[in-house]
């Protein structure tokens, strides 16, 4: 699949008001997250390298006990197996994920 459009990428919703549109390759794995305001992604970690952009509004990350706002354009990185999360403001957010390899629990 060289392409692939929006309508035809898996959704999930990972936590209340914390939804995924989710695309894959064979090493990689796109995931547009949809955060309603004041939702959460509670601290957790997985083996994958994890490496995102905030596309609309403001998230909090919170990566090996460093916490940061993420703004539109700014970008972090979660290095695999670091425990993280994440949560959003008064106003929706949309954020990017990249995870290498692909999260096969997301598939």
């Not at 959460?40 to 940061?68: D, Y």
């Not at 700014?74 to 949560?87: I, M």
Request: zero cysteines.
């Amino acid at each position: 699949m060289y392409f692939s459009a929006q309508k035809d990428f898996k959704e999930r919703e990972i936590a209340p008001g914390v939804r995924l549109r989710l695309t894959w390759g064979e090493r990689l794995m796109m995931s547009f997250v949809s955060l309603q305001p004041n939702s959460v992604v509670g601290n957790h970690r997985h083996p994958h390298e994890q490496m995102g952009t905030v596309l609309k509004g403001e998230v909090e990350m919170v990566i090996g006990g460093k916490a940061r706002v993420v703004r539109e354009g700014e970008a972090y990185l979660v290095p695999s197996n670091v425990e993280h999360s994440a949560r959003s403001f008064d106003k929706p957010a949309l954020a990017l994920d990249i995870f290498s390899p692909p999260r096969e629990d997301y598939k």
